[in-house]
C-alpha cells in the first residue's frame, strides 16, 4: 500500500522500500531512561524513551542529524518494540517517550495494541503531522509532547524545506490540546499536553507569533517549555545567521513574553543547554 502516513505523502510503497522518511519500517536507534526531559517528563527516575530512525521533516539545524536521517538504528517488528516498552517499564521508567513517531505512528500503534504500559505514554512529536494519523494512535496515548517550531511559512521553508510546517503543526496542537491536563500528586504528568519551542538565533518575532497562537488554543495550567539549547550543527553552510547560539538579550525577550501571557508551568533552559553535553550516545 501506499503511504501517505505524514504531509509528505510522497506514496512509497513501504513493504518494499523507504519513503522520503527515510525508513521503510520501525528503526530504533535508541531506548533508555532520560533524564534531561522536562521535569514532568524526566520526573524521578527518568522518561522511558524510544529514539526512532528517520523523519520526515528536514531541518537543516537538525539536533539529531544521525537520527533524522536515518544512518543510525536496528530494525524491529511491532512485536520488539512492545518489548522494548515493557522492559523500559520494568527498569523503572516513569513514562514511554516515543520521539519521532510521526512517519512510524501506525506502526507503533500496533506495538502498543500488544502491550500498553501501565505508566503513561508520550507522544514526542516535531509536529509536523497528519491529525487523521493523530486520531488513530490517540487511544494509546496519555500525553501529547509536540514541537511549534515556526509560524511563518517562509523561514520554515527555508530551514526544513516546508512551508506548509505551520498549517500541519496548528492543527496537530490543536486537535492535541483537547487532552484534559492531569498531574500527579508529586509534579509528573499523566494527561495531557506539553508544547515545546525551540528559540532558534534571529528568529524571536516568530517566537512571539506562535506564543500568541499558543494562548489562543491551549488550556489554562498547560504548561510549556520553551528551549534554550540551540547548537550550530547539521547543513547550515549555507546558513550564515545559524552559526551561532542564542543570545541572552534573544531568549530573555521571548521569555518575557510568555510571562506576560501568563503560561503556567513554564520551563526554561539556562545557557550551559546550548552544546552536545545533552545529545545521547547512538549505540543501541
Ligand atoms: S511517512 Fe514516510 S513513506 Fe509515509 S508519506 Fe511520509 S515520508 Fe512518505
Partial sequence: MQC?????SCGAERSAHA?????????????????FEEPP?????GSGTVFFGGCALRCVFCQNFELSRA?????VTPKQLAQIFFELEEKGADNINLVTPDH???LIAEALALYKPNI????NSGGYCKTDALERIAPYIDVWLPDLKFYSPALSKRYTGREDYFAYASEAIRFMAKKPLAWSGDGKLLSGILVRHLVMPSCTSDSLNILAFLREILPEGAPLSLMRQYTPMGNIERFPELNRTLTAREYRRVVEAALALGFHPLYTQGKESAGTAYIPDWEF
Fill in 19 to 35: 519513503g522520503a522518511c527515510g525508513v521503510k519500517g520501525l528503526t530504533v536507534a535508541k531506548a533508555y531512561l532520560h533524564p
Fill in 71 to 75: 544512518t543510525r538504528g536496528k530494525e
Fill in 120 to 123: 503513561p505514554v508520550v507522544y
Fill in 104 to 106: 512510524v505512528s501506525d
Fill in 41 to 45: 517528563i524526566s520526573h524521578k527516575n
Fill in 4 to 8: 501517505t502516513l505524514c504531509p509528505l
